[in-house]
């Protein structure tokens, strides 16, 4: 294969996808050959800065692949770590085209760049100014960051909390032994009056506290991207209005929600629902390493470092490049093309049904044309089979470029798609490759579905362990 003036090999490539181009093995040629160094820091909540150093060709004759590389560097680091400035030494050109690409104008009173959204997204979830900055070697930071050290306290009584978008989870667990656990509907992301949200996480909590002679700690395991504990940016509360002293309401939700507990003062740890994932699969694995990822409506990361820290950093991959190619699918959210929700969720059986052979009925909601595609793969349909042999090659490949950017000796992969034969599928075909084209990797990464220790274990056992 070639993309803008770089030849890589690729021996496996999705059968039902053939203008697929995995970002990672594209990366790691056109690095081999780019010898003028660059550096780019990220900085996000209280002064946390990380920092990366990578190279460019910097000849007219490669400015496009320069280009290309450092736009979809950026992007990647932008949606694993989270960050509100970004800066970048060695590539003023570069820089300056990038920051007219990262422009967003609230009120409409000017023309928004290719990657306003994600401008919009990470100015409100640190709200601060977004910004580019070209840098000398004299003002370019130093790094500046640190893993987070939560979870595995299974000691006590403690309260574990999975919200969910459509039920919610709560359990008891004393001495790491569950006690009690529930599941409750709830409507949180139809409702815009936040009193409906607290409401309902102070009666799971009461319920949970009820069932044990006290209250040690409470870990809430939520999707959505956390400041401390407050939810700056999440799917729960995506009909409650944007004004600042409503919003306020939503940042301190689980504070406000533990304060009723007890005698005030119970101690609450809240994490993103992949962390937390992550998290059970290293208390699962008695591992460290461990990244977890869901496929489902989305894609859902998390990841615990070789310390068994969580980094504090947004993982939000669904919305990071994995595809360079130019015709790949939009995402309707973020509106850029070649992202992970197009590749790990039920967006993409979707997406590759119709090459396979399959026609959907569009009355269906998204769930239930991928539990029509899972039906067929139980009965071994051949076209089901080449869909999730074609998951399994974008997973392959993916590992390739995320493992450019974690440590991860253990993946766990998980959700709806994974389930049944499909799952057995998608797995299979990614150790196939990776064995083939990336050995080095193979036997130091370990993709796996979770095991019976870490189902058991479990999402709300887990955050119960985070205080």
């Given amino acids: 294969m070639e993309y803008l003036g770089i030849p890589f090999e690729v021996r496996n490539r999705p059968e039902l996808d053939p203008g697929y181009i995995p970002l990672g093995p594209w990366m790691a040629a056109y690095l081999r050959g780019a010898t003028k160094p660059i550096s780019i820091a990220v900085e996000r909540d209280k002064g946390k800065i990380t920092v990366r150093h990578a190279a460019i060709y910097g000849t007219p004759e490669m400015a ?21 400035r970004v800066y970048i030494r060695g590539a003023s050109e570069i820089a300056r085209r990038l920051a007219g690409e990262y422009v967003y104008f609230e009120n409409g009173e000017g023309e928004n ?11 409100d979830v640190f709200e601060n100014g977004f910004e580019i900055v070209d840098c000398t070697d004299r003002d370019f930071p130093e790094e500046n960051d640190a893993s987070v050290s939560v979870g595995g306290h299974l000691d006590g009584c403690r309260i574990g909390f999975d919200a969910g978008g459509s039920d919610r989870k709560v359990s008891a667990v004393i001495d790491g032994k569950t006690v009690y656990s529930e599941e409750v509907v709830w409507h949180p992301k139809t409702v815009s009056d936040p009193q409906y949200h607290f409401d309902e996480i102070v009666a799971a909590f009461r319920t949970a506290a009820s069932k044990m002679p006290r209250v040690d700690g409470i870990g809430v395991s939520s999707a959505g991207v956390f400041i401390g504990n407050a939810p700056m940016v999440s799917s729960l509360f995506i ?111 979707i997406k590759l049904a119709p090459a396979a052979g399959i026609e959907l009925d569009e009355s269906l909601t998204p769930a239930e044309k991928l539990k029509f595609v899972q039906e067929l793969m139980e009965r071994d349909d051949p076209r089901a089979v080449r869909i999730f042999r074609s998951i ?63 189902r058991r274990v479990g999402q709300s056992v887990a955050a119960a362990s985070l205080p």
């Fill in 113 to 123: 760049g290719k990657r306003w959204f994600d401008v919009q997204f990470m100015s």
């Fill in 239 to 349: 009909k409650v209005p944007r004004e600042k002293e409503v919003r306020k309401l939503v940042h301190t939700i689980f504070d406000r929600a533990a304060a009723e507990i007890g005698d005030g003062s119970v101690p609450i740890v809240v994490a993103n629902d992949g962390d937390v994932t992550a998290l059970a699969g290293a208390m699962g694995l008695s591992a460290t390493a461990v990244m977890g990822m869901a496929m489902g409506t989305s894609e859902a990361v998390g990841y615990v470092d070789r310390k068994g820290n969580v980094l504090g950093w947004f993982n939000e991959l669904a919305f990071a490049p994995v595809d360079l190619s130019e015709n790949a699918m939009m995402d309707e959210w973020s509106f850029d093309i070649g992202v992970g929700c197009k590749y790990f969720s039920q967006d993409a059986v």
């Fill in 392 to 454: 399994g090659c974008y997973l392959a490949h993916t590992m390739q470029l995320y493992s450019m950017f974690y440590d991860v000796e253990h993946m766990i992969v998980l959700g709806r798609v994974m389930s049944g034969k499909g799952g057995d599928c998608i797995l299979a075909e990614c150790k196939r490759i990776m064995a083939e084209e990336y050995p080095e990797l193979a036997s130091k990464m370990h993709v796996m579905l979770p095991d019976e220790k870490t």
């Fill in 64 to 84: 496009e692949a320069d280009y290309r590389f450092v736009d979809r560097y950026v992007k990647f680091l932008l949606w694993s770590i989270g960050g509100f």
